[in-house]
């Protein structure tokens, strides 16, 4: 099967060296997205909160381009740099996800690039 690399501008481009999605058959990758505003390329201000709505905006954008929506999602990982925003990440998950909700972990992880909060990736299944 041939691979297909996802990108749109309605997503940050990719700060480093990866796709923003890749697509082989009926399966899609979706590379990690964290608080990023794609116009600016900047954090978005507002702490985890308004980090975890753009993150969620990040990969719906890109989950949209590579012909699919996020009811098609399968897997979600989650990392964060506080296990203590959990509570607050699942309730705003939960307005982008509806049931049935696809799998998922949480990772507390040490740190994330350009001091992001969160980071989320994720895998769709058409």
């Known amino acids: 099967m041939a691979k297909q690399i996802i990108s749109t501008s309605a997503a940050p481009s990719a700060i480093g ?4 999605a890749t ?28 980090e975890t709505r753009r993150v969620f905006e ?4 890109v989950v949209a381009a ?7 999602v399968v897997k979600v990982n989650l990392y964060l740099t506080d296990l203590g925003h959990f509570a607050l990440v699942n309730r705003i998950m939960a307005e982008y996800f509806l049931e049935p909700h696809p799998a ?3 990772v507390g992880v040490a ?5 992001a909060l969160i980071e989320a990736e ?5």
């Open 111 to 115: 740190s994330l690039p350009r001091g």
């Open 58 to 61: 990040n990969l719906k954008a």
């Open 122 to 126: 994720c895998i769709v299944a058409l």
């Open 23 to 50: 697509r082989v058959g009926n399966t899609i990758w979706v590379s990690g997205q964290i608080g990023l505003d794609p116009v600016t390329m900047t954090m978005v201000a507002g702490g985890v909160e308004a």
């Open 66 to 72: 590579a012909g699919a929506r996020l009811d098609d």
């Open 17 to 20: 060296t990866y796709s923003q």
């Open 104 to 106: 998922r972990a949480a």
